[in-house]
């Protein structure tokens, strides 16, 4: 999932840039579909959560200007960790040199 959805957002930021990718991400028709691309049936259980961990690691190991923080149980716990790690990535740091 992680190797085909680092492909297909490849494209996609490429052909609609960073905010349309975003744009689309957050309609809940493309949603489901990119889940069922990446291989979920289209009534899988818990698909959300596992299409957001499959974007967050497609993104940190694709620089493509796009982040996904937090997740479920555990991994909510390190949220404003992975916010301040986005940002310095992203070049988005309120840091003082």
């Given at each position: ?13 490429d ?14 028709f ?16 818990g ?8 974007m ?10 796009l ?11 390190k949220?404003?960790e ?8 992203l070049?988005l740091?309120e840091?003082?040199?």
């Amino acid at each position: 999932m992680v190797s085909l959805g680092k492909n297909v957002m490849e494209v996609l930021v490429d052909d609609y840039g960073q905010e349309g990718v975003l744009e689309r991400m957050s309609n809940t028709f493309f949603f489901q579909s990119l889940s069922n691309v990446l291989g979920f049936d289209w009534n899988s259980s818990g698909t959300t959560t596992v299409l957001c961990g499959v974007m967050q690691q497609v993104f940190d190991e694709k620089e493509l200007g796009l982040k996904v923080v937090g997740g479920k149980g555990k991994k909510s716990r390190k949220t404003q960790e992975d916010l301040l790690k986005a940002g310095d990535s992203l070049s988005l740091t309120e840091k003082k040199d």
